[in-house]
């Protein structure tokens, strides 16, 4: 699979969990909406789970006024029940990204305490210095990277217990792009 591939995969992926359309995936993957629409039509139809979860959060979400993750931190969506279609469609669709992109920053959270907890008790000079979205960054002198790829990788795989397991892929170098 090509860079590229991945690139569209995930753009389709996401965009449909959270509500894109045909003709906005028509857009970004500049297809025809022809294309996006079947595209959309068999997620749903291979994936119908999904779309059960996505109703589901919608259905709670009118019900409660919020929702939350599975760690049961809350988000409120007022906008929920609106008349207006606009507004109500951003609420629903916060709706059912709020609990899945809550939850990956309650576990990329829970991961970074861990690991910082693990570097301090073990005397490492590695500091953890940038997050971004499921990523975590570092500075880390040669000879502890064998030793923190370690304890990074078990601590992050380990933060949370899911249905899924938690995978973890690692990268180095002298930068962020290298490391990629």
Request: proline content about 3%.
């Amino acid at each position: 699979m090509t860079s590229e591939m991945r690139r569209k995969a995930k753009t389709a992926n996401f965009g449909i969990i959270y509500g894109i359309s045909a003709f906005g995936l028509s857009e970004r993957l500049n297809i025809p909406r022809s294309e996006s629409k079947a595209i959309i039509d068999g997620y749903f139809d291979n994936f119908a789970g999904v779309k059960r979860y996505m109703d589901e959060c919608i259905r709670l979400a009118r019900e409660e006024g919020s929702v939350q993750t599975l760690f049961g931190r809350k988000r409120y969506l007022p906008d929920i029940n609106s008349r207006n279609a606009v507004v109500r469609g951003m609420a629903e669709r916060n709706a059912i990204n709020a609990p899945i992109q809550g939850t990956a920053a309650d576990i990329i959270k829970k991961a970074m305490v861990d690991i910082q907890r693990q570097l301090k008790q073990g005397g490492f000079q590695t500091q953890m210095i940038l997050q971004v979205h499921d990523e975590l960054n570092f500075d880390v002198p040669k000879e502890e990277l064998p030793a923190v790829k370690k304890l990074v990788k078990e601590a992050m795989e380990s933060a949370c217990q899911l249905k899924v397991p938690l995978v973890v892929d690692m990268g180095e170098g002298r930068n962020w792009l290298e490391a990629h």
